[in-house]
Nanobody
Framework: QVSLVESGGGLVQAGGSLRLSCAAS????????MGWFRQAPGKEREFVAV????????HYTDSVKDRFTISKDGAKNMLYLQMDNLKPEDTAVYYC?????????????????WGQGTQVTVSS
């Protein structure tokens, strides 16, 4: 069982930055693959970024590549998403997720644990 709680969302102007945080707790957390997904009204939930349990490997969806950075602090059981050069199309509810998979994956079906989400709104 893994519990996830996101924070750090808010309102920001286009070109600005935000850092999302996810506090994780539960059995074998340090071995879990962790990821971020987002969902806007009328849209399906989409993959944003993923990081391996060790923090040594990452993968991003093309639309956020070179703008977002996923990272983790294993000692603190924290996951982060640094978002720079934000665009209005980044507006969505952002969700932290955890997977027991031992490989990087962007498929939401592989993630069995989810946070409640945090709203990110980017104004033009």
């Amino acid at each position: 069982q893994v519990s996830l709680v996101e924070s750090g969302g808010g309102l920001v102007q286009a070109g600005g930055s935000l850092r999302l945080s996810c506090a994780a707790s539960g059995r074998t957390y340090s071995r879990y693959t962790m990821g971020w997904f987002r969902q806007a009204p009328g849209k399906e939930r989409e993959f944003v970024a993923v990081i391996s349990w060790s923090g040594g490997s990452t993968h991003y969806t093309d639309s956020v590549k070179d703008r977002f950075t996923i990272s983790k602090d294993g000692a603190k059981n924290m996951l982060y998403l640094q978002m720079d050069n934000l665009k209005p199309e980044d507006t969505a509810v952002y969700y932290c997720a955890a997977s027991i998979s031992g490989v990087l994956t962007s498929h939401r079906e592989r993630f069995g644990y989810w946070g409640q989400g945090t709203q990110v709104t980017v104004s033009s």
